[in-house]
């Protein structure tokens, strides 16, 4: 049977035929390109400047895993959680096997409040790439939240052993293993974290702000004081370094440096209730019945209990 149409039309889609990889190399190498220059901005952390270009890219090329991964991963760094989770689950759709896509994406469901599916997230992560520390350091971190200690330390012990100079997962083994009983075990780990962190630059004041939780629920009010004046010389924007100070001043019996600690912690999150609470208390021992009050208000109304005295 012979061949119909015109030589043009054949000569036409033979010449198609022969420049069709020709034109996917091409895409592809595209793709690459721009890929790669968001890379760079990225890694220099150019966050606000690539998010619109990203954005722009993933709507021209609702294709690319990549590049909604990498729009994933720069709307979490700029604290965009919805958006962020929203670009991720598409990456994992159109690929499901890069790992550190869904390790992004259970940062954004924990911080949602959503840690079963986080968990989720972290297991199917780990199954792609076991050897990645900061997966199982992440999954330790929820299993602590959520009370499952024994959990917690078997997955940071394996973060531990993936990557020993990994100052993070030290003190927060320390926190975990004083949750299981093992003081010995944490004051190890707690030490441990010290030492690397006072190697680095710059500090961290986290593995101070740790150790010293745990001096206070010692009762070992001074070590605490000690660590605490530490880690908010290093870095005083954590309020939760404020407020274990704001302890170990109450257990030394010094209430103005306790109330002085726990108004530095109000300034930097006021939204937290307990700490209202706890200037309250220390107000009615300090026998200021005033501020007491206002305070307890506060409480009250972030607790949604009564209106806040004025």
Known sequence: MGRTGSPFVWTTALCLVAILPAFAGSAAGEEAAAVQQFDVLIKGGHYTEVAPELEAYTKEHPDSWRAFYQLGYVCFRLHRIQDSARALSRSIVLNPQY?????????????????????????????????????????????????????????????????????????NLGLAYNATGDSAKAVECFEKALALNSAQQPQSPWPY??????????????????????AVQIDGSFDQAFEELGKAYRGLGDFEKAIDSYQKAVALNPRKAEYHYALAQLYRLSHRPEDALLETGRFQQLKGGAPAAR
């Open 99 to 171: 790992a550190e896509s869904h390790k992004v994406l259970a940062y954004d469901l924990n911080i949602a409040g959503r840690q079963q599916l986080a968990i989720r997230e972290l297991q199917q992560a780990i199954a792609i790439d076991p050897n990645s520390h900061e997966s199982h350091y992440e999954l330790g971190r929820i299993y602590f939240e959520l009370g499952s200690y024994p959990l917690a330390v078997e997955e940071m012990e394996k973060a531990r052993a993936l990557k020993p100079d990994f100052v993070r997962v030290w003190h």
């Open 209 to 230: 702000i740790d150790y010293a939780t745990w001096y206070n629920l010692q009762n070992d009010f001074e070590n605490a004081r000690k660590l605490l004046v530490n």
